[in-house]
């Protein structure tokens, strides 16, 4: 069977890992001597407070992501619309040059023609409402207005567009600024939390969360092939971010949050796919059954459709899980996530 490794540590980062411990333990131990405090029942809901917390920021996460591509995806629109009106304002401004020279030349020979009166008034839509006798516009002059006035209500109709879309970014934007609050606001909490526990508490939680990183140092993927050439590139980008930690909004190439992995990897392949999980749950070949799954389809993971990793082979999945740990291999059926679908990108 084939296995995952990674180098190991140098001695000298191995010693220094030890030091610190060790001088944690001699502080701790010195504090117990000292104080001797009775063991606090409440601390192992302490912990499970912090990882529910971690589990919230997590799927707000997921959610301050979705809202983050509304925004980019809003922004391009309006950028467009401004482009295609700033054209069309140029292209009237022209047309506008144009019937301003004929103008001239007919008031100097005697008076204005009414087809240019409508031109030179303010409303030009409102005077061809007014005008009965359209029939003294010759052909050419009345082609002229007619597409002037098109254009017109095209601009306008650009401009009012453009406008209902930055309304649409401007709200977005807010809820990405109270989005990204939750997730601090969580964050926060749970640090707060962890400070409440002892200095060995917080040693044994942080070496409990080393050995879940390093367990990716060890694990057996079998050698089952990949679905497709696709993800089996991706596959082996997200293979090459263990190690990487998890960032919130991330989406690589240093850091990463669980979707901003899958969607990073499947770039590197070529591919392009959504940023949330919600999304990516969506899109490809939905596959129902674990032992159908191969090495390289996404994982989608929590009722709420708000977790997504790799399918790695031998009932692994590799991803970001939360805050404080690392791209890593872990056990589905360790995960404490429950499994919903999984999904096969061609």
């Given at each position: 069977?084939?296995?995952?490794?990674?180098?190991?540590?140098?001695?000298?980062?191995?010693?220094?890992?030890?030091?610190?411990?060790?001088?944690?333990?001699?502080?701790?131990?010195?504090?117990?001597?000292?104080?001797?405090?009775?063991?606090?029942?409440?601390?192992?809901?302490?912990?499970?407070?912090?990882?529910?917390?971690?589990?919230?920021?997590?799927?707000?996460?997921?959610?301050?992501?979705?809202?983050?591509?509304?925004?980019?995806?809003?922004?391009?629109?309006?950028?467009?619309?401004?482009?295609?009106?700033?054209?069309?304002?140029?292209?009237?401004?022209?047309?506008?040059?144009?019937?301003?020279?004929?103008?001239?030349?007919?008031?100097?020979?005697?008076?204005?023609?009414?087809?240019?009166?409508?031109?030179?008034?303010?409303?030009?839509?409102?005077?061809?409402?007014?005008?009965?006798?359209?029939?003294?516009?010759?052909?050419?002059?009345?082609?002229?207005?007619?597409?002037?006035?098109?254009?017109?209500?095209?601009?306008?109709?650009?401009?009012?567009?453009?406008?209902?879309?930055?309304?649409?970014?401007k709200d977005t934007r807010k809820e990405l600024g109270s989005r990204k609050k939750t997730i601090q606001g969580k964050l926060a909490e749970a640090q707060r939390l962890l400070n409440t526990l002892t200095a060995e508490e917080r040693t044994?939680?942080?070496?409990?969360?080393?050995?879940?990183?390093?367990?990716?140092?060890?694990v057996d993927l079998g050698n089952e092939a990949s679905a497709s050439q696709r993800t089996a590139a991706a596959f082996s980008a997200a293979k090459s971010r263990v190690g990487m930690p998890y960032v919130w909004g991330a989406a690589g190439?240093?850091?990463?949050?669980?979707?901003?992995?899958?969607?990073?990897?499947?770039?590197?392949?070529?591919?392009?796919?959504?940023?949330?999980?919600?999304?990516?749950?969506?899109?490809?070949?939905?596959?129902?059954?674990?032992?159908?799954?191969?090495?390289?389809?996404?994982?989608?993971?929590?009722?709420?459709?708000?977790?997504?990793?790799?399918?790695?082979?031998?009932?692994?999945?590799?991803?970001?899980?939360?805050?404080?740990?690392?791209?890593?291999?872990?056990?589905?059926?360790?995960?404490?996530?429950?499994?919903?679908?999984?999904?096969?990108?061609?």
């Amino acid at each position: 069977m084939a296995s995952h490794r990674r180098p190991k540590q140098s001695n000298h980062t191995y010693a220094t890992v030890l030091s610190v411990t060790a001088a944690a333990a001699v502080a701790v131990s010195a504090q117990s001597a000292s104080a001797d405090p009775l063991p606090d029942p409440d601390k192992k809901g302490v912990q499970a407070q912090i990882d529910r917390l971690y589990e919230e920021a997590t799927q707000a996460t997921e959610k301050f992501n979705g809202a983050q591509e509304k925004a980019d995806g809003l922004q391009e629109q309006v950028d467009g619309l401004q482009d295609a009106a700033a054209r069309k304002q140029a292209d009237l401004n022209e047309f506008r040059d144009r019937l301003g020279s004929v103008a001239t030349a007919q008031y100097r020979s005697g008076g204005l023609d009414p087809s240019l009166q409508l031109f030179l008034s303010a409303d030009p839509d409102a005077y061809l409402d007014k005008v009965s006798d359209l029939d003294r516009l010759s052909t050419q002059q009345a082609g002229m207005l007619e597409r002037f006035l098109q254009q017109r209500r095209d601009l306008s109709q650009q401009r009012s567009q453009a406008a209902t879309k930055l309304q649409d970014l401007k709200d977005t934007r807010k809820e990405l600024g109270s989005r990204k609050k939750t997730i601090q606001g969580k964050l926060a909490e749970a640090q707060r939390l962890l400070n409440t526990l002892t200095a060995e508490e917080r040693t044994e939680r942080a070496a409990e969360e080393e050995r879940a990183n390093r367990s990716s140092d060890r694990v057996d993927l079998g050698n089952e092939a990949s679905a497709s050439q696709r993800t089996a590139a991706a596959f082996s980008a997200a293979k090459s971010r263990v190690g990487m930690p998890y960032v919130w909004g991330a989406a690589g190439p240093n850091s990463f949050d669980c979707s901003g992995l899958t969607s990073w990897a499947f770039r590197q392949a070529g591919v392009s796919i959504p940023r949330t999980s919600q999304a990516q749950a969506n899109t490809g070949t939905r596959i129902n059954s674990l032992s159908a799954l191969k090495p390289g389809d996404l994982i989608i993971m929590r009722t709420d459709l708000s977790h997504v990793g790799f399918y790695a082979g031998n009932g692994q999945i590799l991803h970001s899980p939360k805050p404080g740990a690392q791209v890593r291999y872990e056990s589905i059926a360790r995960s404490g996530m429950p499994f919903m679908w999984g999904v096969r990108i061609s």
